[in-house]
T-cell receptor
Framework: DTAVSQTPKYLVTQMGNDKSIKCEQN?????MYWYKQDSKKFLKIMFS???????INETVPNRFSPKSPDKAHLNLHINSLELGDSAVYFC????????????FGQGTRLTVV | GENVEQHPSTLSVQEGDSAVIKCTYS??????FPWYKQELGKGPQLIID?????GEKKDQRIAVTLNKTAKHFSLHITETQPEDSAVYFC?????????????FGKGTKLSVKP
């Protein structure tokens, strides 16, 4: 069983579109995250969320928004996509924010054309 | 907020040699320091971690050292093998709250030549 799964694996879309990436974890973890990995492989935290608190990296544009229907899911919605949004997006989860191992999904490669 | 610097950005070694990757962090409140390995087309995967109450930790061919005074930590891989070739990331975080997110270094691409 895949611990953290995200779909789709690849996403190609035009500028200006709105898209979503789904993430699910079956580890029973309390905290989920979204990371962005750019072309230089730099991993940057975008959001972390548990059932009590959403922490947003202040550099993330408000076109990006996380939505959590329940503890096992944290989806990423992106409005008005721009060329600079092209990257690989990773979902991750951990039992306790920042204190225990984070398990990563396989990534979603987003290409905006 | 926390800032993590990682060096070198690329590292090439011969099979059987040792590899060392170094990181420094800025936030003295950080107390958890994991290392991740990312293979091509996959998500990062934890290989070893260390907490601030420990100076060194070893797991087979992999070891991590931590110097809290100097705010730096290092990954040591001995007897490298071609399958060790990947991108390695260090990270740092502190307990909970707004500082509780893992902040990553920029990665080191390790190439092990047979």
């Amino acid at each position: 069983d895949t611990a953290v799964s995200q779909t789709p694996k690849y996403l190609v879309t035009q500028m200006g579109n709105d898209k979503s990436i789904k993430c699910e974890q079956n580890l029973g973890h309390d905290t989920m995250y979204w990371y962005k990995q750019d072309s230089k492989k730099f991993l940057k935290i975008m959001f972390s969320y548990n059932n009590k608190e959403l922490i947003i990296n202040e550099t993330v544009p408000n076109r990006f928004s996380p939505k959590s229907p329940d503890k096992a899911h944290l989806n990423l919605h992106i409005n008005s996509l721009e060329l600079g949004d092209s990257a690989v997006y990773f979902c991750a989860s951990s039992q306790i924010r920042g204190r225990t191992e984070a398990f990563f999904g396989q990534g979603t490669r987003l290409t905006v054309v | 907020g926390e800032n993590v610097e990682q060096h070198p950005s690329t590292l090439s070694v011969q099979e059987g040699d040792s590899a060392v990757i170094k990181c420094t962090y800025s936030d003295s409140a950080s107390n958890y320091f994991p290392w991740y390995k990312q293979e091509l087309g996959k998500g990062p995967q934890l290989i070893i971690d260390i907490r601030s109450n420990v100076g060194e930790k070893k797991d087979q061919r992999i070891a991590v050292t931590l110097n809290k005074t100097a705010k730096h930590f290092s990954l040591h891989i001995t007897e490298t093998q071609p399958e060790d070739s990947a991108v390695y990331f260090c990270a740092a975080s502190s307990d909970g709250g707004s500082q509780g997110n893992l902040i990553f270094g920029k990665g080191t691409k390790l190439s092990v030549k047979p």
